[in-house]
């Protein structure tokens, strides 16, 4: 036997007629409005206690930097010293540890086209990608023909609703949406 689903009825106000959908329209134009002017004042909030945390750090961030920067000549100085007693690049000691790391490698190509002609033209051809993707835009331009494509479906965009209340001027000139 199978289940009936019940569900909830809306809780939520419909409009009556074209004169009460107007006012609907109005107070979603205020509640904008009202939010951005929320939002706006909270980015402003945020910017100032950023740029005040900023000053506070940044004489602790030179700070910082001058020490690193001294330790990081004593140790290049003392580098032989140093690595030879623990045998590796990480020296441990009781605040803390230093050392130096190897950056992983990386492949910088200035001239694209001319590097894989020279790929080509030495026979590396393992160090080429050929990349094989469907072109969307395509099958979308002619949809009559990819419609025929095992596999291929083209949807419907669909239909959204919107609502979009007469803008009014902020107090500091800003528009709301």
């Known amino acids: 036997?199978?289940?009936?689903?019940?569900?909830?009825a809306s809780s939520v106000a419909a409009p009556r007629d074209?004169?009460?959908a107007d006012r609907f329209l109005a107070e979603i134009g205020a509640a904008q409005r009202a939010r951005l002017l929320i939002e706006k004042a909270a980015e402003e909030t945020i910017a100032a206690v950023r740029e005040r945390m900023a000053a506070e750090a940044a004489p602790h961030a030179a700070r910082i930097e001058a020490?690193?920067?001294?330790?990081?000549?004593?140790?290049e100085a003392n580098r032989e010293r140093l690595t030879a007693?623990?045998?590796?690049k990480t020296?441990?000691?009781p605040s803390g540890q230093f050392g130096?790391?190897?950056?992983?490698?990386?492949?910088?190509v200035k001239a694209v086209a001319e590097v894989i002609e020279a790929l080509k033209r030495l026979g590396l051809t393992r160090f080429i990608r050929v990349k094989e993707e469907v072109n969307k835009e395509a099958i979308l331009a002619e949809p009559n023909v990819a419609m025929n494509v095992?596999?291929?479906?083209?949807?419907?965009?669909?239909?959204?609703?919107?609502?979009?209340p007469?803008?009014?001027a902020l107090e500091d000139g800003a528009r709301a949406p």
Request: hydrophobic share 40%; charged share 25%.
């Open 67 to 75: 020490l690193t920067r001294g330790l990081q000549l004593w140790a």
């Open 91 to 93: 020296i441990v000691l």
């Open 1 to 8: 036997m199978s289940r009936r689903i019940k569900t909830t």
């Open 150 to 164: 095992p596999g291929l479906t083209i949807g419907s965009a669909g239909e959204d609703f919107f609502v979009e």
């Open 85 to 88: 007693t623990q045998g590796r």
């Open 166 to 168: 007469i803008t009014e």
């Open 100 to 108: 130096w790391r190897l950056r992983p490698p990386s492949v910088r």
């Open 18 to 20: 074209q004169a009460e």
